[in-house]
């Protein structure tokens, strides 16, 4: 089984920084793709970075450029999304969550969107304020 414990969501101003990690524990697959979902109350959920087995990575078109997904297997893997210039409407749960197995691409996985995970964390609340 797969576990996800995100970490790092916070309050922040228009322009700020955020960091959120993902702890991944249990994955048992060579192959899978790990994601950021991001959700406001009474909205779907909508994907906002994709990272795959093979390390690439995909963006949604509104964070591209100012958010960075990376992943951390040096000791247990650990999934980062580095946001940068940040917006009240960034504001949002931000979810990281896992199709495993899985040989899609991180493109292909972003396109699909969050239909496509199996697993997911609790979420963490991100709040930009103007």
């Known amino acids: 089984q797969v576990h996800l414990v995100e970490s790092g969501g916070d309050s922040v101003q228009t322009g700020g920084s955020l960091r959120l990690s993902c702890e991944v524990s249990?994955?048992?697959?060579?192959?899978?793709?790990i994601g950021w979902v991001r959700q406001v109350s009474g909205k779907e959920r909508e994907g906002v970075a994709v990272?795959?087995?093979?390390?690439?990575?995909?963006y949604l078109d509104s964070v591209e450029g100012r958010f960075i997904i990376s992943q951390d297997k040096t000791k247990s893997t650990v999934v980062y999304l580095e946001m940068n210039s940040l917006k009240p409407e960034d504001t949002a749960t931000y979810y990281c969550?896992?199709?495993?197995?899985?040989?899609?691409?991180?493109?292909?996985?972003?396109?699909?969107?969050?239909?496509?995970?199996?697993?997911w964390g609790q979420g963490t609340q991100v709040t930009v304020s103007s």
């Open positions: 969550a896992a199709a495993a197995p899985s040989t899609m691409s991180a493109f292909q996985a972003l396109r699909v969107g969050p239909s496509n995970y199996n697993f």
């Open positions: 990272i795959d087995s093979d390390g690439s990575t995909s």
């Open positions: 249990g994955m048992i697959y060579s192959y899978y793709v």
